[in-house]
């Protein structure tokens, strides 16, 4: 069965501001501004070099540094920059010396900002002001050139922290989708890290290149992109070769095992999911594999506040849901984890699992008794 799912996600919806309106610029690409913009930026930012370099492989290694120092100091030809107008909308531009900002409210030259401070305000010929600076990763990931739907900033924050994505961390993570979540992993494993990205779709792989290499200035020596099916390239790595998993597709159950094999002892399964449906039956194929620690499953919800004056208060819109988590740790081979202490309710697991009375969803019976004593309250109360 197919229960939401990344790839009908990314298909049918456009991307979501965090804010959670549907702004112009997310849903229709082809008359915005913003995107417009970027697209003006992607004929002019050098493309990467994205054909294959071997069977299987997009080939990005032998790269010793990650140009972090891009990320600060003057700005430079070169530099991405995001310009923020007094309503908070953006616009994103490459710096170059022979350059030129153009909109409906007036130009300026690149060469006004190359050599300048980031937070330097510029002004068009028309008198708008925009405040110009290198934009934030969650700024980047929003706003980047997309296939498959990214995995917002908010959950990719989370998934960094409760993985436990450490500086020489090797982590392989599939689909790659977009790339979105990648950037974030090869920040937290670091050039001495390791990441295998696998996507089974080449032209979200080729994409997902793009966007990894324009966020960082060049190819990141950790990253490893591989185009093909995750338990193929699991198989294709000798048992335990990975201190981490994280898992962003439609069927990840299906991958528990390659999982199991994959993961070294102690290692952490992290699986992002849309719905619920989802999240049950991975955390059902988890805890029958067996293999792991029992499964821990949540979401994170962020709510923005309005702060003005004495008008503080939570803001009326909000990204109501994005998805869920799931975390489990890889056991030593051969053990089996002590029985669980809180036992199913009873019911809880049908043999067709399709047991819908209300002790399969851990309500506990109501008991005659009771049910005599509310219809005595009841009785008395007339
Ligand atoms: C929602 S997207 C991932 C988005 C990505 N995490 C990001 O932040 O940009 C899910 C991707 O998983 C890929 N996928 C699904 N099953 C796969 C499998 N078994 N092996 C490799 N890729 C798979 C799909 O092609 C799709 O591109």
Known sequence: ????????????????????????????????????????????????????????????????????????????AGDRVQLTDAKG???????????????????????????????TVVTTSGGTGYVVLRPLLADFVLSMPRGATVVYPKDAGQIVQMADIYPG???????????????????????QGKLVSVERREDFAV???????????????????????????????PDGSFDRMVLDMLAPWDNVTAAAAALTPG???MAYVATTTQMSRLVETIRADGGFTEPEAWESIVRGW?????????????????GFL?????????????????????GGYDADGLDWSPEAFGSQPVSDRKLRRVRRGLEAAE
């Open 207 to 237: 994409i997902a290149q793009a966007n990894v290499v324009s966020w960082f200035g060049g190819p990141h020596p950790a990253w490893e992109p591989t185009v093909g099916e995750l338990a193929d390239v699991v198989q294709s790595h």
């Open 89 to 119: 909308r953006h616009s994103t531009v490459i710096l170059k010396p022979d350059g030129v900002f153009h909109s409906h409210r007036g130009s300026f030259r690149h060469d006004q900002l190359i050599g300048q401070p980031e937070g």
């Open 1 to 76: 069965m197919q229960v939401g799912g990344s790839v009908d996600r990314e298909a049918k919806r456009g991307p979501r501001h965090p804010s959670g309106r549907h702004r112009a610029w997310d849903t229709d690409p082809t008359t915005t501004r913003q995107q417009t913009q970027h697209r003006r930026d992607a004929q002019t930012t050098p493309k990467p070099n994205t054909s294959p370099t071997r069977a299987g492989s997009l080939g990005c290694g032998g790269v010793d540094q990650t140009f972090s120092s891009n990320r600060h100091g003057l700005l430079r």
């Open 326 to 346: 799931v975390r489990g740790r890889r056991l030593a081979p051969g053990v089996q984890a002590p029985p669980r202490r809180r036992r199913p309710a009873p």
């Open 267 to 269: 290692g952490v399964l």
């Open 306 to 322: 309005h702060v003005e004056g004495l008008a503080v208060r939570p803001e009326h819109r909000m990204v109501g849901h994005t």
């Open 169 to 191: 961390a090797r982590v392989i993570e599939a689909g790659t989708g977009s790339g979105a979540l990648s950037i974030s992993l090869l920040r937290a494993v670091g050039d």
